[in-house]
C-alpha cells in the first residue's frame, strides 16, 4: 500500500483576517491563518508549527467564503433582458415574464438555451464573485443533473436537488397567464427528488449536499408541502422554496383560504428550523400588502425558519423588504442569496444595507455588520452548519482574499464598511473551497473563463432570437423589452 501523502500546511500571513472568535466575527489585524487539506487550522497572532508555504496577504482582505442561499446558477438567459420594462399586469414581478410556457405544455422562453454551458457560466460566476457555498435553484439541473457534475469538477459547495411543483404557468392563445394543478405529477417529483438527494448526497468528497427543494409555495398544494418536509425531515436536509415573492401569492392564498401563507406554513407543520423562505416580501404588516391584521415576520421568527434575501433583483423591480433590521429583530434567521446575475454577494449585501436603511428611514439599520454576518454566519445556521462561514480553527478551509490596498477602498476606517461600501468582486483575488484554490491571482483555474464567457452568450443569443416562437403573438424581444438606446442610423 503506497504511503498515505499528507496535504501542505499553508500559512496566511499579514493583513486584515475576518475571525470568528467561537460567537462573532472579529477584525484580526496583521493576522495569520494556517491550513492543512479541508481545514483551517489555526487563526490568530502568530503560528510557530512549519508550513510548507507562505502567502503574503499584506494589503489583503481576508474573509470567509460567501453563502448564497438562493441561487438560479445559470446565465439567466430569460432574466437579463427584463430590466426597465416587464407586464405592469405582474404587478412588478420579473420571472412571469419568462418561467410560463406558450400554452399549456407548450414552448418555453429558454427551449434554445444550452443548459451545460449556462450552467458552467453560474458555477464560474459564482466563484469569481468569492461565492463558496450555494443553495441552487435549477429546476431538473440540466441533463442527467449536470449542475452536480459541473459543480464537483469546479470545486463549489452546493446544495440541490430537483425542484418539485404541482402546477404550473402558462400563457393561453391571447396571452393570459394561467396556472394549471397537477398534485399526482408533484408527488412523484417528490418520489424522484428523494431518490435524487440519497444518491448525490455527500459526493465529490462531501461538497455535495441534498436539499428538498420545492419551487414555488404558489405552485404547491398542502399535501405536497406538509410530504416535502416530511421526506426532508426523513432525510436530515433541508427545506427551501420560493415563498411570498409575488403579489398574486399572497392575495390569493388570503381569498383562498382565509389565512396568510405563513400562517398556512405553521399550520401545517411546515415553518420551522431547516426551513429556509426564499425572498418572504409579501406578508401581512407589509406596505405592499396593506394586510396589517397577523404578524407573519413575528411568526416566522418565532418558528425558527431562515430568510434568504435577494435584494438586488427585487430593486430592480421596484420591489424591497419593508425593513430588514424587523426580520432580525423578530429572531429570523437572515441570509443572503444571490438569485440571478450577477451573482455577486458583495452587490447584495451593499444593496441589502442601503435599500434597508431607505426602507426604515433609519440610518442605524441594516448595518454593515449585520449584512456581512447574514452572508455567511447567516447561511451556515440556514443550512444548520458550525464549520462553515467562519475563520477558525476546525472550520472548513473556504476563503476569500480581496486586494485591499487600492483607491476605490482608499484609507479604511473599518474594514467590513469598507468592503460593503467600497468594495468590488473585481478586487477577489483568491477563492478555496476545501482547501482547494479554485481562483488565484484573479484567474479562475477551474475552466476556461474566456470559453465559458463565449458558450455564454450563444446560449443567451439563441434564445433571444427565437423569442417569437415562445410569445404568443410573435413578437420579437426587442419589441416586448425594448433596449435602453436606439442604435446608431435608427
Not at 43 to 60: C, L, M, Q, W
Not at 86 to 104: A, C, E, Q
Not at 201 to 225: A, K
Not at 446 to 451: F, K, L, M
Request: hydrophobic share 40%.
Amino acid at each position: 500500500m503506497a504511503p498515505e501523502v499528507m496535504s501542505p500546511t499553508i500559512l496566511l500571513r499579514g493583513g486584515t483576517i475576518i475571525a470568528f472568535d467561537g460567537r462573532a466575527h472579529r477584525t484580526l489585524e496583521d493576522g495569520v491563518l494556517a491550513y492543512r487539506g479541508d481545514r483551517i487550522l489555526h487563526v490568530g497572532t502568530e503560528y510557530a508549527a512549519p508550513v510548507d508555504r507562505v502567502i503574503d496577504t499584506r494589503g489583503k482582505l481576508v474573509i470567509p467564503g460567501q453563502i448564497s442561499c438562493h441561487a438560479h446558477v445559470s446565465a439567466n438567459e430569460g432574466h437579463r433582458p427584463l430590466v426597465d420594462g416587464g407586464r405592469r399586469d405582474f404587478m412588478r414581478s420579473g420571472f412571469l415574464s419568462y418561467i410560463p410556457t406558450k400554452g399549456l405544455g407548450g414552448r418555453s422562453m429558454t427551449a434554445e438555451a444550452d443548459l451545460v454551458a449556462s450552467i458552467r457560466y453560474g458555477i464560474a460566476s459564482l466563484i469569481r464573485h468569492g461565492v463558496t457555498t450555494a443553495v441552487a435553484f435549477n429546476g431538473e439541473g440540466g441533463p442527467d443533473q449536470a449542475i452536480v457534475r459541473l459543480a464537483g469538477e469546479m470545486g463549489i459547495r452546493l446544495y440541490f436537488a430537483p425542484a418539485v411543483r404541482a402546477g404550473s404557468h402558462y400563457f393561453d392563445g391571447d396571452g393570459r397567464l394561467c396556472r394549471e394543478w397537477d398534485e399526482a405529477a408533484g408527488l412523484a417529483a417528490l418520489e424522484r427528488a428523494g431518490a435524487a438527494i440519497e444518491r448525490l448526497d455527500g459526493s465529490h468528497d462531501g461538497r455535495v449536499r441534498g436539499i428538498v427543494i420545492v419551487d414555488e409555495f404558489y405552485l404547491s398544494t398542502s399535501t405536497l408541502r406538509r410530504r416535502a418536509k416530511a421526506l426532508a425531515d426523513r432525510l436530515g436536509v433541508n427545506l427551501t422554496m420560493h415563498f411570498c415573492e409575488q403579489h398574486y401569492e399572497f392575495f390569493e392564498c388570503v381569498r383562498d383560504t382565509g389565512k396568510t401563507p405563513a400562517e398556512l406554513l405553521a399550520d401545517e407543520g411546515v415553518l420551522g428550523p431547516g426551513v429556509i423562505l426564499a425572498h418572504s416580501i409579501y406578508l401581512s404588516g407589509s406596505s405592499y400588502t396593506g394586510h396589517n391584521y397577523v404578524d407573519d415576520v413575528g411568526l416566522i421568527g418565532r418558528a425558527g425558519a431562515a430568510v434568504a434575501h435577494s435584494p438586488l433583483v427585487f430593486a430592480r423591480r421596484g420591489t424591497a423588504l419593508d425593513s430588514f433590521q424587523r426580520y432580525l429583530d423578530a429572531g429570523i434567521t437572515m441570509a443572503m442569496g444571490t438569485d440571478v446575475y450577477p451573482m455577486d454577494l458583495i452587490e447584495e449585501m451593499r444593496t441589502a444595507t442601503m435599500v434597508g436603511k431607505i426602507m426604515d428611514k433609519n440610518h442605524e439599520a441594516a448595518t454593515a455588520a449585520a449584512v456581512f454576518a447574514a452572508s455567511n454566519l447567516g447561511g451556515a445556521a440556514a443550512l444548520r452548519r458550525d464549520d462553515i462561514g467562519r475563520l477558525s480553527a476546525g472550520a472548513k478551509a473556504d476563503i476569500v482574499v480581496l486586494d485591499f490596498d487600492n483607491l476605490q477602498i482608499g484609507p479604511v476606517a473599518d474594514p467590513i464598511r469598507s468592503l460593503i461600501h467600497c468594495a468590488n468582486s473585481s478586487m477577489i483575488e483568491t477563492v478555496i473551497v476545501d482547501g482547494r484554490t479554485l481562483m488565484e491571482n484573479g484567474a479562475l483555474l477551474v475552466c476556461d473563463e474566456r470559453a465559458v464567457l463565449a458558450e455564454a452568450r450563444a446560449s443567451c443569443e439563441a434564445v433571444w432570437s427565437s423569442y417569437g416562437q415562445f410569445h404568443f403573438a410573435g413578437r420579437s424581444l426587442a419589441q416586448d423589452f425594448p433596449p435602453a438606446l436606439k442604435r446608431w442610423g435608427d
